[in-house]
């Protein structure tokens, strides 16, 4: 809980996922972490999911597939904010509110 991950792929390889070529059937990230960033190699198709000319399953992150993520864009339903900077994404987890 309360973790920070930090990945880079290599080249063609997602900073998450599979490298070039590769093929994963799913990524599962829990929810004990509060920041992710992920950082794709050269010719690499994304940061999380899959390497160059390869496959990947869903990726889920705190529970919730991040298929229809948009990046820079504030992600309120799914708890994380989500900002690119190139080839980078970072996730940071909201803080809980308990607002009414």
Known sequence: NGCTVTAQG???SAGI???????CDKI???SGLTSLT?????AAV?????????TCGTVTIDG???????VGEDTD??????????????????QESNQQ
């Open 10 to 12: 290599g080249y063609g």
């Open 17 to 23: 996922g599979c490298g070039i070529y590769g093929t």
């Open 28 to 30: 599962t990230i829990g």
């Open 38 to 42: 992920a950082t794709m190699g050269d």
């Open 46 to 54: 994304t940061p999380i999911g899959r390497g160059f000319d390869g």
């Open 64 to 70: 919730k597939d991040t298929t229809t993520w948009t």
């Open 77 to 94: 339903h799914l708890h994380w904010t989500v900002s690119t900077d190139g080839k980078i994404w970072t996730l940071t987890k909201k």
